[in-house]
């Protein structure tokens, strides 16, 4: 039957030679692997630097309050809005997710809404963003003119509001000019 189908003796050969030969992983055949370090071409460095870069994206959509974007948010959206509204505003060291007014400008939005400095910002958010996502992204979506209700704790981030009635409820008009 092997003389009419050449195709079993060849299966039936490479078997043999495959029980009988050295396993891949023995030492014996490591001495033949390339002592070379191993190197990319550009495709691979394409495709690395997408898989990190995709990676980034889904770290950044999993996490909202990681430290990328509350970066973004506090250097890039919020400075704007500092110099904008007449604020300077940062985060507690001992609570990270606390915003503490550090000098507000006489003549600002925030001076003529009566904030003063060492006031907290005392938003929430039950989803995880970062404070400061939620309260520069409503500095920044208020038109010039409008008004928007801000919540602080006069007593700072060391005593932020146990009860409502210890907060200030303050409303700011937004300036005129650019967002």
């Known amino acids: ?32 692997r390339s002592k070379r370090p191993i190197t990319l071409g550009w495709k691979q460095w394409i495709a690395l630097v997408g898989l990190l870069g995709g990676a980034l994206v889904v770290v950044n959509i999993a996490i909202p309050g ?37 000098h507000v400008e006489s003549g600002g939005a925030f001076d003529l809404a009566g904030v003063k400095e060492g006031w907290a910002l005392t938003s929430w958010s039950c989803l995880g963003f970062h ?16 008004s928007l209700r801000l919540v602080f704790s006069p007593g700072g981030c060391a005593d932020l509001c146990q009860r409502p009635s210890e907060c200030r409820q303050v409303k700011v008009v937004a300036p005129k000019g650019a967002a």
């Open 131 to 146: 404070v400061a996502e939620g309260f520069f992204a409503s500095l920044r979506d208020a038109d010039g003119g409008s």
């Open 1 to 32: 039957m092997t003389v009419h189908f050449p195709t079993f003796r060849r299966w039936g050969n490479a078997v043999g030679r495959a029980l009988g030969s050295v396993p891949r992983w023995s030492p014996a055949t490591l001495d033949r």
């Open 66 to 102: 990681n430290p990328l974007r509350v970066w973004y948010w506090m250097e890039v959206v919020g400075a704007k809005q500092q110099v904008r509204y007449g604020f300077t505003v940062r985060l507690d060291k001992n609570r990270p997710f606390c915003l503490e007014i550090t």
